[in-house]
């Protein structure tokens, strides 16, 4: 993992190690967010669906937040945390790259 957008604000106080901070992108602009992309090229895209949209090209796209424009979510108690997350989220990530 080269690149992180985080699509809020850093919070006040946060400590982030110097590694870190080359790497986490706070609140980036769209035409950022197309910049990162472009040049990183993943191959997994875990995001909202604005930026799975942005990164239609990524050849695997897992939707973790929200806004959501294609998928039907009724289920908010989706486990993306602790050892049920860690096991769902590897689940949808072999199935996505599998694709």
């Known amino acids: 993992m080269r690149k992180v957008l985080v699509n ?3 919070p006040n106080g946060t400590q982030v190690s110097a590694e870190l901070a080359e790497r986490i992108i706070f609140a980036p602009s769209e035409e950022l967010r197309r910049q990162v992309l472009h040049d990183e090229k993943p191959k997994l895209l875990l995001g909202d669906g604005v930026l799975l949209e942005i990164g239609a090209d990524v050849p695997a796209k897992i939707q973790v937040a929200n806004p959501n424009f ?3 979510l009724l289920f908010d108690g ?3 945390v602790g050892p049920r997350g ?4 590897l689940e949808r ?3 996505e790259l599998r694709h």
């Open 8 to 10: 809020h604000a850093r």
């Open 70 to 72: 294609y998928t039907t």
């Open 78 to 80: 989706t486990p993306f």
């Open 86 to 89: 860690a096991t769902y989220l």
């Open 93 to 95: 990530m072999l199935n």
